[in-house]
Structure formats: C-alpha cells, structure tokens
C-alpha cells in the first residue's frame, strides 16, 4: 500500500504544481481542442516578449512579459505583464485554423530568408490538435497567409495592451484616457487592433463614468458598439 499511496501523491504534485495546467487543450466537456499558439519577442519593443494562445472553441491566453526599452518620448505609459483568458470570435478562428490546415499545421518553412530583411521580432507559430502538430519560427515570410495570420496575433496582442494602458490611466490619470482612446480607435479602423470584446470592461467602465470628457465617453461607446462578441 505504501508504494500505492506514493504513486498516488506523485500523481497529485504533478497535477497542482505551480504553473500547471492539466486541463490545457481541454473544451469544457473534457474533449481534446486545437489550438494554435503564438510567440513575439522583440527586445526592442514594450512588450519584449508575449504569447497568444487561441483555441478552435473560441478560448484563449495571452501572456505578455514587462520590459523593453523606455517610452522615446517619456510620456507614453509603459507596458506591464499581463496574464489572462481572452476570447477570439469565430469569423477570425476560423480563419485562424484554416490557415493553419492549409499551411501544413506550420510543419513547414515560414522563414523569408532574405539577408536584407530588416530585424521585425522573432515569431514562431505552434499547432497541436488531433491532426498533429508543427511548428516554425521566423523573422519575416513571403508566405501571404502567413503574413496574414501573424498580422492577426499582433493586433490582438496591441488591443490587449492597449486594454492594460486604459485601465491604468482610469485608475492613475484620467487626463490621458482621450489621447490613448483616440490612438486604439485609429488602430481599430486601420486593423492593427481586433477582438475589441476582449477590453470592454474598461471600456464600459469608462463610457459609464460621467466624470470623465464627454468625449472620452463617446468613444468608448463607439468601441463597444464596433465589438464582436461570438
């Protein structure tokens, strides 16, 4: 029974360790689900290095690290860690996963190649499903779909940065929140930031709070209006 017993506790440190998670890749029915993962690092940039995870029901993480090189202008607010769920609607899952099936689940060579491309981040797209799985790390690809599909995770990442920048200024200096709400508008309307849905309770928050600029409020409404949530 003792050697039982130590197989069962084995078991059990295993399964509450600290940062496991045994029920990754798990839907809420205990079935396996597919997900595609991606990674940026760039130590030039705030954040120097995040991860996106979405899954094929619609469930996701984003993790980013603080860091980086200071704001050049010295009034931007900085970046912090954040380690979180998100949702991603189903039109871009969808579109994600396609992608993902039509690239060969990344088991292929996303890599441009070229010498005189410019240093953009290192990146590296992840599949795992019951397909299979693959993997490829670049800087830059020629591959359209690829291109596409990092365009995606990068924007989702902006939003949720963004999200973490508004919810500090709500907190510390109102005053900054019409400059920060103008700027994730301009980026929502140029695509460089999507799943909106994924920020708004700082944005209800805000559009709710009449102390606030009239104007901040406005645009925090015409955020949420535009959100999808699927």
């Known amino acids: 029974m003792s050697l039982l017993r130590s197989l069962v506790w084995a078991v059990l440190l295993l399964v509450i360790a600290p940062g496991a998670n045994p029920a990754a890749g798990l839907g809420g029915d205990g079935q396996a689900v597919a997900q595609i993962r991606f990674t940026y690092e760039n130590p030039k940039l705030q954040p120097p290095k995040y991860a996106v995870t979405v899954g094929e029901d619609g469930n996701g993480h984003f993790r980013s690290e603080p860091g980086g090189p200071p704001p050049a202008d010295g009034e931007t607010m900085p970046t912090e860690a954040q380690d979180r769920p998100i949702h991603i609607s189903k039109a871009v899952r969808e579109s994600m996963f396609a ?19 410019a240093y953009q981040g290192t990146k590296t797209l992840a599949y795992e499903g019951t397909e299979g799985q693959g993997s490829c790390t670049y800087n830059w690809s020629k591959l359209s779909q690829i291109d596409k599909l990092t365009d995606q995770f990068e924007a989702i990442a902006a939003t949720l940065d963004e999200g973490s920048k508004l919810q500090r200024q709500y907190e510390h200096g109102r005053l900054s929140l019409d400059t920060e709400l103008e700027l994730l508008d301009q980026m929502v309307q140029q695509g ?39």
């Not at 992608?99 to 491309?117: H, M, P, Q, V, Y």
């Not at 930031?193 to 709710?208: C, D, F």
């Open 99 to 117: 992608t993902a099936r039509k690239s060969k689940l990344f088991a292929i060579a996303c890599e441009d190649g070229g010498k005189n491309i």
């Open 192 to 230: 460089r930031a999507i799943e909106v849905e994924n920020i708004a309770p700082v944005l209800r928050t805000i559009a709710g709070d009449d102390a606030v600029l009239q104007r901040v409020q406005r645009r925090a409404r015409a955020l949420l209006q535009g959100a999808k949530e699927d």
